[in-house]
């Protein structure tokens, strides 16, 4: 599994900061620590490692552009199967926010109800998932 590196947030944070002016140091810290935080939740049922066994979740290697679902191999549940879904930001923003209100009969429970760190976590996705 590859280790959680601020670099990809490091320069999510230097964007956003150039717009507000705040110290860039002290927010990619924090937002590697956010990151690190809410994925440590994820990773009680998920990988991000290419290959990795599915545990409770799918594993998320490549989970960008992929259709929601159709993973080989995972039992995914009837609803997200016919959900048509393919995983890109929005749809994960909207899918993690509140997973059974995008997809009735989802059985994924957890959501990331704040707004910054589902932003956080999808970037760490995307960076770390390819």
Not at 14 to 25: I, R
Not at 47 to 61: A, D, E, I, K, Y
Not at 98 to 120: S, W
Request: glycine share 8%.
């Amino acid at each position: 599994m590859k280790a959680l590196v601020a670099l990809p947030l490091g320069a999510l944070a230097t964007s956003v900061l150039a717009l507000t002016g705040l110290p860039s140091v002290a927010t990619a810290n924090q937002s590697a620590s956010v990151v690190a935080e809410t994925f440590a939740q994820c990773r009680a049922c998920h990988t991000l490692t290419q290959g990795g066994r599915s545990v409770m979740g799918p594993n998320l290697f490549g989970v960008f552009g992929r259709k929601a679902g159709s993973l080989p191999g995972f039992a995914y549940s009837p609803a997200l199967k016919a959900s048509g879904m393919v995983w890109d930001a929005r749809t994960l923003d909207a899918y993690l926010a509140a997973p059974t209100d995008k997809v009735p009969g989802t059985r994924m429970i957890v959501k990331v109800a704040d707004p910054a760190r589902r932003a956080a976590l999808i970037a760490y996705l995307k960076a770390e998932t390819k």
